[in-house]
């Protein structure tokens, strides 16, 4: 492993201080959420990608041989993943879920840059540390984007790819004007303002989720907020409203040669399963799966079946592998 490690940064501090405080209070949810949560933090680890250090959770028994890299969304970090990651693990799967730049416990971008290319290049920078070859990306929303952007340069290095609630986005001159501005007053105008959970939570089940969530889930989707840098969220928006990245997107798909998943919520009206099944059919190795009763938010909404479509598409790769070698 050619990765240096690095110290823990302040918003990690931060958020292990929080964590003792409510380790200090009776109630019986907050005791097993802080002990919970805590357990996970061990194996937290910091390296130094691009000039920024990025903090991502290694674990995994690994008895498989395979790693699986989790990309998370726009405006999450990498705990949206904590139920897949025990999951894949208990079935002998590494999984390597960091935080981009700006989110989670990673440090924000001095030079303040947020394009998926600079996201995208520092993915690269992370898997050459952690020497990762021949392995897995399952991403999540926004996470496609920059794991497209990755595949392009570094074909050779990834084994299968999985995307979730994510698609051919459709796109016209009016939308790429008015979303970004639209979205960037939601998000930080106002849901980022709040200092309690179930507005924000409201707001998430009304347009994102089609189930209920559990209530450490709606806790660890609020985090998100506090924890996301604002200029992250407003270049982002930009970014995946631009007609220019609209249309790349057919054909960074078309050019993979992998075995891709694409998994829509058939209530997602983000992204809907229509438009994730119109850029799967543009990918020679993808299959496109629409999971009922499902909004925008599988990895938090439905835990177990997004880890099970990952684990199953895994066992599936390996096994074409398997066969072209024999």
Not at 36 to 64: Q, R, W
Not at 174 to 187: I, R, W, Y
Request: glycine content about 6%.
């Amino acid at each position: 492993m050619n990765a240096k490690q690095q110290r823990p940064t302040a918003k990690f501090y931060a958020y292990q201080e929080k964590l003792r405080e409510l380790s200090q209070k009776g109630e019986r949810g907050t005791l097993e959420r802080a002990a919970y949560e805590s357990e996970m933090m061990k194996a937290s680890c910091f390296l130094e990608v691009n000039g920024v250090v990025h903090h991502y959770h290694d674990s995994g028994p690994g008895f498989t041989g395979e790693t699986v890299l989790l990309v998370h969304g726009w405006d999450c970090w990498w705990m949206w993943w904590h139920h897949i990651i025990r999951f894949l693990n208990d079935r002998g799967i590494r999984t390597v879920a960091y935080d981009l730049k700006g989110h989670g416990w990673s440090d924000n971008d001095p030079r303040n840059d947020y394009s998926i290319s600079s996201f995208a290049k520092e993915l690269g920078m992370l898997a050459d540390a952690l020497d990762l070859e021949n392995f897995h990306i399952a991403a999540f929303s926004f996470g496609p984007f920059i794991a497209l952007q990755y595949a392009t340069h570094h074909p050779d290095k990834i084994r299968s790819m999985i995307f979730f609630n994510f698609g051919y986005l459709e796109n016209n001159s009016f939308v790429e004007k008015v979303a970004p501005a639209t979205l960037n007053f939601t998000f930080n105008n106002l849901l980022r303002k709040v200092t309690w959970w179930l507005p924000a939570y409201v707001f998430a089940r009304l347009v994102l989720a089609r189930n209920t969530v559990l209530f450490h889930d709606v806790l660890i989707g609020f985090e998100s907020l506090s924890l996301c840098a604002p200029e992250a969220i407003e270049q982002s928006t930009g970014q995946i409203t631009s007609m220019e990245v609209t249309e790349s997107m057919s054909g960074l798909v078309e050019a993979l040669q992998v075995p891709v998943l694409f998994v829509a919520g058939d209530g997602d009206s983000i992204m809907t399963p229509e438009n994730t099944a119109k850029l799967a059919g543009c990918c020679s190795k993808g299959v496109f799966v629409n999971v009922p009763d499902c909004g925008h938010l599988i990895t938090l909404e439905l835990p177990d079946t997004a880890a099970g479509l990952i684990y199953e598409h895994i066992r599936y790769s390996v096994s074409q592998d398997d066969l072209s070698a024999s």
